[in-house]
């Protein structure tokens, strides 16, 4: 799979905004969103990117909340339906579509948000170009967020043998496949979808570095103050599932 790992216009596409639609409700963003608004600390309106922002559903909810957006996506789908969403919301928010290792913004923003599992998408100078570029646009004292899986938890709940979830949607059914890879400390995910009567097959591929892993290349890439906990703020644990991380760029 070579430096990318995975299609990720193919894997984000419209199969992926099928299936999720009814797990990604409107309470659920709402609350993605009202959480990200306590862990920054965000008393008042700020300038903030979400990259990747996906289809929208936390970038115009933080706009909703009097906050500066932009968000960048390599997904022209994702980016259609957003900007479609934001007008229905009567909201504003500068979408651009990029790549995270080279961001079509300058800022400078006062937050960063990475949110649901969205980092670890290239090889490792992939993933420490991400954090530079996130670095580069922050205004120094911004603050960086990334939430998604804990190496440790995942692993230590990890099942023996790959692990297989399916999402079904009347006669359409999305299947995962997941292993994970120890040496290249990478999960890797087979991916069958049947949907009106097709069927579509893709792999792709996402690093979970330890923490110690991502410490090392947010330290290289200018954050001085970094914070790593659940999702309730609790401190982590080798059971932890979800992990936040929180990362400050040297002033």
């Not at 070579?2 to 999720?20: K, S, V």
């Given at each position: 799979?070579?430096?990318?790992?995975?299609?990720?216009?193919?894997?984000?596409?419209?199969?992926?905004?099928?299936?999720?639609?009814?797990?990604?409700?409107e309470e659920r963003s709402q609350l993605d969103t009202d959480e990200i608004i306590s862990?920054?600390?965000?008393?008042?309106?700020?300038?903030?990117?979400?990259?990747?922002?996906?289809?929208?559903?936390?970038?115009?909810?933080?706009?909703?909340?009097?906050?500066q957006v932009s968000g960048v996506d390599l997904s022209s789908l994702f980016l259609d339906r957003a900007r479609h969403d934001a007008q229905a919301l009567?909201?504003?928010?500068?979408?651009?579509?990029?790549?995270?290792?080279?961001?079509?913004?300058?800022?400078?923003f006062d937050a960063v948000v990475c949110w649901f599992t969205?980092?670890?998408?290239?090889?490792?100078?992939?993933?420490?170009?991400?954090?530079?570029?996130?670095?580069?646009?922050?205004r120094p004292g911004g603050v960086l967020l990334i939430e998604g899986l804990n190496h440790?938890?995942?692993?230590r709940n990890f099942t023996p043998a790959p692990a297989a979830s399916v999402v079904e949607k009347g006669d359409d059914l999305l299947a995962?496949?997941?292993?994970?890879?120890?040496?290249?400390g990478r999960l890797e995910t087979e991916r069958t979808v049947r949907r009106s009567g097709a069927v579509r097959r893709l792999n792709y591929s996402v690093r979970l570095p330890t923490v110690p892993e991502l410490d090392a290349w947010l330290a290289a890439a200018g954050f001085d103050l970094r914070k790593y906990c659940g999702r309730s703020g609790e401190p982590l644990t080798h059971d932890t599932w979800r992990q936040v991380t929180l990362a400050t760029k040297q002033a």
């Open positions: 799979m070579g430096t990318e790992y995975f299609d990720i216009e193919a894997t984000f596409g419209d199969d992926y905004l099928w299936f999720y639609e009814e797990f990604l409700t862990l920054l600390g965000l008393s008042e309106p700020a300038s903030i990117l979400d990259a990747p922002c996906g289809h929208g559903r936390i970038s115009n909810r933080l706009a909703s909340s009097g906050h009567g909201v504003e928010v500068d979408y651009r579509r990029g790549d995270l290792r080279s961001l079509p913004v300058d800022g400078p969205s980092f670890g998408y290239f090889d490792d100078a992939g993933n420490i170009e991400v954090l530079q570029e996130f670095a580069r646009v922050l440790d938890g995942f692993v995962d496949v997941t292993s994970f890879n120890p040496i290249a």
